[in-house]
T-cell receptor, first 117, second 118 residues
Framework: AQTVTQSQPEMSVQEAETVTLSCTYD???????LFWYKQPPSRQMILVIR??????QNATENRFSVNFQKAAKSFSLKISDSQLGDAAMYFC??????????????FGKGTKLTVNP | DTAVSQTPKYLVTQMGNDKSIKCEQN?????MYWYKQDSKKFLKIMFS???????INETVPNRFSPKSPDKAHLNLHINSLELGDSAVYFC?????????????????FGEGSWLTVV
């Protein structure tokens, strides 16, 4: 079974600075998807970024980018120019390539990010 | 327009009661899910449905019964509520494609339903 590990329960960053959240995973599969979700205090789950394992190019979405190291099974999230609204719980998640809903998202335990003004 | 909407958002109820949470998605997805987030914020799948057919049924007490009248709706009914059922319940949906495509195989979540059992 796949597992996802987020080794940093909490992180903090100064506004406008850059922060990197770590995520490692364990799998024997060669093709899969990786995601970062953001959960603000409202508890809504918001998709931040997605990476397809077959793609060597790291995904980017505006100020958010990932460092995907397939061999090392590492998938870190970099937030540039941090803003107060980035403060949230961030979850790393793994999903097998699937059809028909047969594969679940496997989540890490989350990293709580605090942004200091 | 909200893509995945669930109601109610907040629910406080007494032990032993029966309650339902409704979910609707307007994304045209074939698959819907229920996830539970406990007090430690750990997220775990409960059920998945594909075109009204139950696909995933994790080890969940049989007091929890999902119902999917059509592929756009997935409701969760809970009988004989217990204190330990207090959690945030998330509905979600996805369109799982063979091959790849932007957005395919991504699971989109609703805003969550906060259930408190007293």
């Amino acid at each position: 079974a796949q597992t996802v590990t987020q080794s940093q329960p909490e992180m903090s960053v100064q506004e406008a600075e850059t922060v990197t959240l770590s995520c490692t995973y364990d799998t024997s599969e060669s093709d899969y998807y990786l995601f970062w979700y953001k959960q603000p205090p409202s508890r809504q789950m918001i998709l931040v970024i997605r990476q397809e394992a077959y793609k060597q190019q790291n995904a980017t979405e505006n100020r958010f980018s990932v460092n995907f190291q397939k061999a090392a099974k590492s998938f870190s999230l970099k937030i540039s120019d941090s803003q107060l609204g980035d403060a949230a719980m961030y979850f790393c998640a793994y999903r097998s390539v699937t059809q028909g809903g047969s594969e679940k998202l496997v989540f890490g335990k989350g990293t709580k990010l605090t942004v200091n003004p | 327009d909200t893509a995945v909407s669930q109601t109610p958002k907040y629910l406080v109820t007494q032990m032993g009661n029966d309650k339902s949470i409704k979910c609707e998605q307007n994304l045209g997805h074939d698959t819907m899910y229920w996830y539970k987030q406990d007090s430690k914020k750990f997220l775990k799948i409960m059920f998945s449905y594909n075109n009204k057919e139950l696909i995933i049924n994790e080890t969940v007490p049989n007091r929890f019964s999902p119902k999917s009248p059509d592929k756009a709706h997935l409701n969760l009914h809970i009988n004989s509520l217990e204190l330990g059922d207090s959690a945030v319940y998330f509905c979600a949906s996805s369109q799982d494609l063979s091959g790849t495509g932007f957005g395919g195989n991504t699971i989109y979540f609703g805003e969550g339903s906060w259930l408190t059992v007293v």
